[in-house]
């Protein structure tokens, strides 16, 4: 089964920093970049803003399994 992200971590500016990935384990955004760069996080894509690779849920007609929707860890 694909690796889900289940939970989130903001900055003080509301920017995703972390993400808790559906087999429990934590990683920094650049790492989950890296993941979803490497196949490993296929339900996602990359956007860039001001420089900064962010993952975004691809497109479906759920919101509920959107990143910002997910709980803050």
Excluded: F
Aim: with cysteine; net charge positive.
């Amino acid at each position: 089964m694909a690796l889900r992200i289940t939970g989130r971590r903001e900055d003080k500016n509301g920017a995703n920093t972390h993400y808790r990935l559906s087999d429990g384990r934590i990683v920094t955004r650049a790492e989950a970049v890296r993941m979803c760069e490497n196949g490993k996080l296929p339900n996602y894509h990359i956007y860039e803003r001001d420089g900064i690779k962010y993952l975004r849920d691809n497109p479906d007609t759920s919101e509920k399994d959107n990143i910002d929707n997910q709980p803050l860890i």
